[in-house]
């Protein structure tokens, strides 16, 4: 079964901070594909990233970072210098190769204050 | 339109009633994808089509629901003798074809049935 665990239910921080949601993920698969989406008030939910189990390279765009690392089976996001429109709702998700099926995981609350 | 869009934004019913939930695509995007989630969770798949055919219902909670996309553009989730329990936002989302990615969410169908 695959299971994605994102243990910080809600982050405070003040603006300019960095801040790491942590990821974590199950899977029995070795063709896998993880993903972080956003969710801001609006309820739309928008892509962030997605990686494959076989590109454990670290990813960088603008102020977002991934940190990919199968040994300890974790998919983390920072966001550098954060910032107050970067408050939402942050999801991880899984899916095995071939399949459609997005696994989320419970989602992280980040409120960036002024 | 530029988006995916799902209405309506709100429905309230009472249990026992049958409601119908639509989604319109982004245009020529041939996989669409329903998605229920409650509060405090993450998403939660429920079916995905590519073109007219359900390629994938296992998310689907019991036979009281049920999805058409007669035509591979617009779709309709349709719940029979609403619960308490269905009470979720419905969200859809679509991709250029299955297997590419990002998934393009719409803003969600309130279902509040009392």
């Known amino acids: 079964a695959q299971k994605v665990t994102q243990a910080q239910t809600e982050i405070s921080v003040v603006e300019k901070e960095d801040v790491t949601l942590d990821c974590v993920y199950e899977?029995?698969?070795?063709?896998?594909?993880l993903f972080w989406y956003k969710q801001p008030p609006s309820g739309e939910l928008v892509f962030l990233i997605r990686r494959n189990s076989f590109d454990e390279q670290n990813e960088i765009s603008g102020r977002y970072s991934w940190n990919f690392q199968k040994s300890t089976s974790s998919f983390n996001f920072t966001i550098t210098a954060s910032q107050v429109v970067d408050s939402a709702v942050y999801f991880c998700?899984?899916?095995?190769?071939?399949?459609?099926?997005?696994?989320f995981g419970k989602g992280t609350k980040l409120t960036v204050n002024p | 339109g530029a988006g995916v869009s799902q209405t309506p934004s709100n429905k309230v019913t009472e249990k026992g009633k049958y409601v119908e939930l639509r989604c319109d695509p982004i245009?020529?995007?041939?996989?669409l994808y329903w998605y229920r989630q409650s509060l405090g969770q993450g998403p939660e798949f429920l079916i995905y089509f590519q073109g007219t055919g359900a390629a994938d219902d296992s998310g689907l909670p019991n036979d009281r629901f049920f999805a058409v996309r007669p035509e591979g553009s617009v779709s309709t989730l349709k719940i029979q003798r609403t619960e308490r329990g269905d009470s979720a936002v419905y969200l859809c989302?679509?991709?250029?074809?299955?297997?590419?990615?990002?998934?393009?969410f719409g803003n969600g169908t309130r279902l509040t049935v009392t």
């Open positions: 989302a679509s991709s250029l074809m299955a297997g590419s990615s990002p998934l393009h």
């Open positions: 899977t029995r698969d070795t063709t896998y594909y």
């Open positions: 245009s020529g995007h041939t996989a």
């Open positions: 998700a899984l899916t095995q190769g071939g399949s459609e099926k997005l696994v």
